[in-house]
Nanobody, 126 residues
Framework: QVQLAESGGGWVKSGGSLRLSCSASVSLDSYQIAWFRQAPGQAREVVACISGTDGNTEYGDFMSGRFFISRGNAKNTVDLQMNSLKPEDTAVYYC????????????????????WGQGTQVTISS
């Protein structure tokens, strides 16, 4: 069982930045770790994913350039740096992990992930 906890959410004005952190109860070296987000009435969508084995990253459609996923200083943390935030980025942000797999397309799919955090609210005002 892997327990995840997100932190760092909050309220910022459009154009601002936030850094989210995901802390796990285990080392993440053998997992793929993803950030998803879900806005009210919208489907959950992938923001970014990182491999705990080699640090390779992938980004969801339209996510790269403003969002950056990285391993934290500790082996059990993953961060999401979000820059130039827009009101449409408002959502609950979740981290999720699954045992490492080849990348393919599955990393984008919420149901592929075994463990989820409770989420952290990010609100961007115009």
């Amino acid at each position: 069982q892997v327990q995840l906890a997100e932190s760092g959410g909050g309220w910022v004005k459009s154009g601002g930045s936030l850094r989210l952190s995901c802390s796990a109860s285990v080392s993440l070296d053998s997992y793929q770790i993803a950030w998803f987000r879900q806005a009210p009435g919208q489907a959950r969508e992938v923001v970014a994913c990182i491999s705990g084995t080699d640090g390779n990253t992938e980004y969801g459609d339209f996510m790269s350039g403003r969002f950056f996923i990285s391993r934290g200083n500790a082996k059990n943390t993953v961060d999401l740096q979000m820059n130039s935030l827009k009101p449409e980025d408002t959502a609950v942000y979740y981290c999720a992990v699954r045992p490492f797999r080849v990348w393919g397309y599955a990393w984008k799919l919420p149901y592929e992930y075994h463990y989820w955090g409770q989420g952290t609210q990010v609100t961007i005002s115009s």
